[in-house]
């Protein structure tokens, strides 16, 4: 799959996506300081799904009605790394099909996907 990894959502988590197999373009390390407006016109233009822990993403796709090709926004209590890491395992494992062109809300304990 081919994922935009959001700066605030790490490094970290795009190399663990990408030695998992994944495509990834990762903010933090490729093009850091770029805007959310930036992020996700380039998610759409070059069809990734954007990971994110930015909530303003759901005000930009949902207020704003700004395209997208699939965005998992990872709502977590614990920011670090590894449940980042945590999380998107488990929703790969069980809805990697399901994401594309979605608004898919990640917690700790639950996926929800949100109507687009």
């Given at each position: 799959?081919?994922?935009?990894?959001?700066?605030?959502?790490?490094p970290r988590v795009a190399n663990w996506?990408?030695?998992?197999a994944h495509e990834v373009f990762?903010?933090?390390d490729e093009a850091r300081g770029m805007t959310d407006d930036d992020v996700l016109a380039k998610a759409y233009s070059?069809?990734?799904?954007?990971?994110?822990?930015?909530?303003?993403?759901?005000?930009?796709?949902?207020?704003?009605?700004r395209p997208h090709h699939?965005?998992?926004?990872?709502r977590l209590k614990d920011e670090r790394a590894s449940s980042?890491?945590?999380?998107?395992r488990r929703l790969l494992s069980g809805?990697?099909?399901?994401?594309a062109d979605r608004f898919v809300v990640v917690t700790e304990r639950q996926v929800r996907f949100r109507p687009a």
């Open positions: 799959m081919r994922f935009l990894v959001d700066e605030c959502t790490g996506l990408r030695a998992n990762s903010v933090y070059e069809r990734w799904i954007l990971i994110t822990n930015d909530k303003d993403f759901g005000e930009k796709v949902y207020r704003d009605a699939g965005v998992v926004f990872l980042k890491i945590d999380a998107l809805f990697a099909d399901q994401l």
